[in-house]
């Protein structure tokens, strides 16, 4: 019964704080009824290239969603030559890292106001694509526990961007009566490659503790690919945020 309690005020304190704060929040403008991308002079040329240009987006969500795992994978990589004394320290060192570089990322290009498409796989999914294959190498080449912190750094900077710069990019492709199914396709992407990504990873950590960061490796790698085609196909610069 304690750990139960425990567990609750761990999980519902968070939301009831947070869904307090909202009851705050008060939006004076709405969305455009059209978004950069619709707003062609008559054209059906733009709303062409927002629709392959978002399903290019999902294609990439759910290759990132495939090389998204579960933090405690690096923990059990980091802490597992540790005593038992100090296990502990070093799994929080962990999460203190990775939540602190993912928030710093996200508010620092949240208020730069770029345009979403190239700062997403460029600083989104390729340094978390770096990370997973530098996680890799330092198990394959036995480097120091700090190695591990500096691996996983660099995927708390991709994370934080790809939460900035997905839902961005999202609402520049989606018309404002559409944005709640846009963000529900996007939610889904993901969803789906997270439950088969920790599926995998969780046998491959079984078989080799490097092997489900290469996999991740190239996971991210493919989802950085397809935006940067997308990226070179249809050019940033269509959007730009007002």
């Given at each position: 019964m304690t750990i139960f309690a425990v567990e609750l005020s761990n999980s519902g304190a968070p939301l009831l704080i947070s869904t307090v704060l909202v009851l705050f929040v008060q939006r004076q403008t709405l969305y455009p009824a059209s978004t950069p991308l619709h707003s062609g002079a008559g054209s059906s040329a733009p709303i062409a290239r927002s629709h392959s240009l978002f399903l290019l987006l999902l294609v990439a969500a759910t290759l990132y969603g495939f090389s998204f795992y579960n933090l405690g994978y690096p923990i059990l990589t980091a802490t597992g030559s540790h005593p038992s004394t100090l296990a502990f320290a070093a799994g929080v060192g962990i999460y203190v890292v990775y939540l602190g570089i993912s928030a710093l990322s996200?508010?620092?290009?949240?208020?730069q106001r770029l345009s979403p498409l190239r700062p997403l796989w460029l600083?989104?999914?390729?340094?978390?694509?770096?990370?997973?294959?530098?996680?890799?190498?330092?198990?394959?080449?036995?480097?120091?526990?700090?190695?591990?912190?500096?691996?996983?750094a660099i995927l708390g900077l991709g994370m934080g961007a790809v939460e900035t710069f997905e839902p961005t990019l999202v609402s520049a492709l989606v018309k404002s009566n559409t944005l709640s199914r846009?963000?529900?396709f996007l939610s889904v992407s993901r969803s789906i490659g997270q439950l088969i990504s920790n599926l995998v990873m969780g046998f491959l950590f079984t078989v080799n503790p490097a092997s489900p960061y290469l996999y991740a490796f190239v996971a991210s790698l493919l989802a950085t690919v397809v935006l940067m085609g997308a990226d070179l196909h249809y050019g940033h610069k269509m959007l730009q945020i007002p």
């Open positions: 996200g508010y620092t290009l949240g208020v600083l989104g999914y390729l340094p978390s694509a770096l990370g997973s294959a530098f996680m890799a190498l330092s198990v394959l080449l036995g480097m120091p526990e700090l190695a591990y912190y500096g691996a996983v846009g963000m529900g």
